[in-house]
């Protein structure tokens, strides 16, 4: 039951009347000062995302504070902390839309000290917006920036390459930007870089073309975001069901009914399907794919595919709670209790060999031992060095985990959402760091 | 609005499948009620937060979605301000007697009363929820509180988690907060803690409307237009009623309204409008030039810093 009205629930639009207004995530990032706040003001202004009474406050403080046109970057300022210090402390989720797209934007600060906040929003991410001021060019932040993109797995990068009217839109600065820009993001395993000459303050080439830079023919910012494929096709990758809650109603209506909810990691899955239970190995079938329609009633669905979320039923009685993972037979990828992975450290509290934390990767919870500290990151020589003190707030490495129980983990650059962990404080809940595994362990595992 | 294609081919080759595209409600569906099903497997006593207005309708409706077809397994808050809208109560009553959940209501006039809290000098009440809003958390021990808060919403509320930690006095400190990752929330809280959930944080105003409209969820009608008493203050329509207005010098008159909020009498004003179905009131959200809470809430116009103040003490 639900609070609908008695009219008819929609029909299930059949796939050829699918629409195509689909959803982009995407995250920024720029160094202090190459006026990210002011592009990302400008993409909502000029999508007309920002209404009169937010633009009557922008214009007003501006006043106040003595500026002769709207500061667009006061957009995006959030916290009374933030405006009194001038700078921005925390992720912000942005949103805009046109005829084709919805987008979620994370607007992630600069700075060195908030490395942590660009690895949250390059999390869920699939394409990263990077600025580069035009007069500066490429500098330490710029690496940062891309080695947190690839590290994160984002497969697309936008640059823009800001405040080009400061160099009299000078295409030889430009395409020297851009050849340092793509050479550094190949290091990084990043291949689409697509790079627009804008700027931000004066709106060129972010929603309309610029009338100044006569000699570029590329798309505006928006125009390659709204091309810009999206997402990776569910029938390329093996089926991963993280078990978030078992649905048992016990109601005179389905007295027996027992399903297993949770939102598709990756993969597809049809009734019928083989499918194994991890980490106890149990093999079964799916007899059923539940989703409750508009009127509350339980629909039957030939197909799901990620990231829907639904229930499954299967055709044998096994012992399966929150915390398994449903993953295809043929493709079920490893049980380990040891662990490769490079982390990001988001605490205060350094990582240290021999600390005892929680790891957390889908629906499962389980205890871990830092067996090494294999070594660390360091962005500006891009060398792997040695860290015998551990790692520290925003340090970048390599780990060694020795895990209590068996764990089912893919390798992150094939499956993001099943490869992806978090360790989190024992003592407090806190979480110290986030984690992408690496292709698990065989010998120390025991193969399925 | 440029659609032009990009001529380098490259969308076309990697474009998903058709099959296999997903539209931005299906998404954001997916995600509130893959929230709801992580609380439900995480913590031992969560609640929702119901106050018939249009983003608790939307949070009810998915809450049900995400666990059919069993019934729902958290009960609800009411925290009532006594300045209530009666056709809103009227609504919440019979939603809550058609699905046969549990209501708590925790009443800011109790407060009043007994001189626990006293009535502000402008006779506002949203701000007096945050004291009954956390006695009724520490009385029910409920240790998840799913709000409908939107990020869209205000600029404190764009920075907010999906799992807000909150602390026992319920405040909410931005540093303090955990980043979220992936769709990895972490909602270990110590004894006293709470955790606020957010299913909605992704989701627009506009988002809001369609979603009501593709699954035709029924709302409070004064979310449509129609004919009502209302007189002019600060610039917004009040409704006439017992809780203070209009005042002397307040002409109160009859207008073609509808609210786009739903919150106190007091401090939540009417719009203009002939919107009087769903399809209407997408195109004049659409259209509408002024966001919601800058067009109807009093209490948001006090200060830039308004919403992080009360945040910061409690508030939802």
Known sequence: MTITDNAPAPAVLDDAARPRHDLLRLATAGSVDDGKSTLVGRLLYDTKSVLADQLDAVERVSRDRGLEAADLALLTDGLRAEREQGITIDVAYRYFSTATRSYVLADTPGHVQYTRNMVTGASTAELALILVDARHGVV????RHLAVTGLLGVRHVALAVNKMDLVDWDETAFKAIVVEFEELAARFGIEDVVAVPVSALLGDNIV??????????????????????VGTSPDTQALRLPVQYVVRPRTPEHPDYRGYAGRLASGVVRPGDEVVVLPSGGRTTVVGIDRAGADGDVQQLDVAFAPQSVVLRLADDLDVSRGDLIAAADAPGLLTRSLNGTVAVLSDRPLRQRDRVLLRVGTRTVRALVDDIVDQLDIASMQQQPAPEGLGLNAIGRVRLRLAEDVAIDDYRELRRTGSFLLIDESDGSTLAAGMAEAPDRSAGEGI | MSTTTLTDGRA???????????????????????????????????????????????????ALKAFAPAPLPFSLLHVDTGHNFPEVLAYRDAIVERLGVRLVVAKVQDYIDDGRLRERPDGTRNPLQTVPLLDAIEEHRFDAVFGGGRRDEEKAR?????FSLRDAFGAWDPRRQ?????????GKHAPGEHVRVFPLSNWTELDVWRYIEREGILLPEIYYAHEREVFARDGMWLTAGEWGGPRAGEQSQSRLVRYRTVGDMSCTGAVD????????????????????????????RLSEAAMEDRKRQGYF
């Open chain 2, 273 to 300: 409008s002939d919107a009087a179905d769903v399809a209407s009131v997408i195109r004049e959200v659409g259209a509408s030039r002024l966001t919601e809470r800058g067009a109807t809430r009093a209490d948001d």
């Open chain 2, 158 to 162: 764009a920075k907010e988690r999906v």
């Open chain 1, 140 to 143: 330490e932040q710029t690496r």
């Open chain 2, 178 to 186: 955990r980043p979220e990752l992936w769709d990895l929330y972490n």
């Open chain 2, 12 to 62: 076309a080759e990697q474009a998903l499948p058709a099959q296999y595209t997903l539209d931005h409600l299906d998404h954001l569906e997916s995600e509130a009620v893959h929230i709801f099903r992580e609380v439900a497997g995480e913590f031992e006593r969560p609640v929702i937060l119901f106050s018939g207005g249009k983003d608790s309708v939307v949070m009810l409706h998915l």
């Open chain 1, 208 to 229: 309309d073309r610029s009338e100044r830079a006569t000699w570029y023919s590329g798309p505006t910012l928006l125009e390659h975001l709204e091309a810009v494929p």
